[in-house]
């Protein structure tokens, strides 16, 4: 056999199908520009790495929980002046926080977009080779209690440290009910100065004693989630309300013109 007709059998065994696709062509340039053989072996392995890391990076997106679309990118950052592009952009790399352990905690009003920035943030995490998990709070919860109850806590608290960030979206439609708010304490605690998280709340700091039944946990909470914390705060107007508003608005002058609920883009806002 020819070593031409080897190679696809070798690499398919090392697990290297993007040298299998590439190797004939970039082969050929090395040919023709008379590359030496340490610069034809980089140049294959440069493209075996890059989408390998392109692979690695879709597959912890899918398995992210996180909703596609809500990125950046779509973010309309001139709809909410109280939040910064440069400090989003900035904690979307990770850089220092994610290491140090650190929280990100996104108040504000329904509809004004904590959801959205949460996500944006842990989609730009993924990308930077970050492993993140976004779930609503009550359903992390009912799963972390179900855990308790077949005495599984400890282990499944230890598996959610193979994730960089986990994002608890909605804290605040946790119940107040000591089982509920005792297991997520216990994530919090076993989380601190570990493992970071991100957190999206509809009511500020003053009315966790609507969340923690007991108020020296509220109190315990509250510290160890602010020690070493980013704040965003949302105070603009609901943007689902401002959208459905403009549509309102804009099918009064032009009554032709379907419904629609999309978001107005920034060039068209
Ligand atoms: P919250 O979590 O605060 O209740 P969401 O993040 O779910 O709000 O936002 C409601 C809807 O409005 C979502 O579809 C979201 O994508 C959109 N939205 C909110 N704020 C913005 C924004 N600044 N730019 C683009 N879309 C936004
Ligand atoms: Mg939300």
């Not at 704040?231 to 629609?260: F, G, H, W």
Request: glycine content about 6%; charged content about 25%; aromatic content about 6%.
């Amino acid at each position: 056999m020819s070593d031409a007709a080897k190679l696809p059998l070798m690499l398919t065994e090392l697990r290297m199908p993007t040298i299998g696709r590439l190797w004939q062509s970039i082969g050929a340039t090395s040919d023709k520009e008379g590359w030496g053989a340490a610069r034809f072996l980089a140049a294959l392995c440069e493209h075996e790495i890059a989408e390998r890391s392109q692979r690695r990076i879709s597959r912890h997106l899918a398995a992210s929980g996180l909703q596609p679309g809500k990125t950046l990118e779509t973010f309309d950052f001139a709809a909410v002046p109280s939040v910064r592009k440069a400090h989003i952009q900035a904690l979307a790399t990770g850089a220092t926080w994610i290491e140090a352990g650190s929280n990100i905690l996104i108040f504000g009003p329904s509809g004004t977009g904590k959801t959205h920035c949460a996500s944006a943030i842990g989609a730009g995490l993924i990308d930077n080779g970050y492993r993140v998990m976004f779930t609503r709070t009550t359903d992390l919860v009912q799963k972390l209690q179900a855990a308790r109850r077949d005495l599984m806590l400890p282990a499944t608290l230890a598996k959610l440290d193979k994730f960089d960030c986990l994002i608890l979206d909605d804290l605040g439609y946790v119940r107040k009910d000591q089982a509920e708010t005792s297991v997520l304490f216990e994530l919090i605690a076993e989380r601190y100065e570990r493992k970071s998280m991100m957190i999206t709340c509809n009511q500020p700091f003053s009315e966790w004693d609507k969340v923690f039944p007991d108020p020296a946990v509220t109190v315990a909470a509250i510290d160890r989630l602010v020690h070493h914390s980013n704040i965003i705060e949302i105070n603009t107007d609901s943007y689902r309300r401002r959208v459905a508003a403009e549509n309102a608005a804009a099918r009064k002058s032009k009554p032709d013109q379907p419904a629609t609920t999309k978001p107005r883009t920034k060039a068209s806002a």
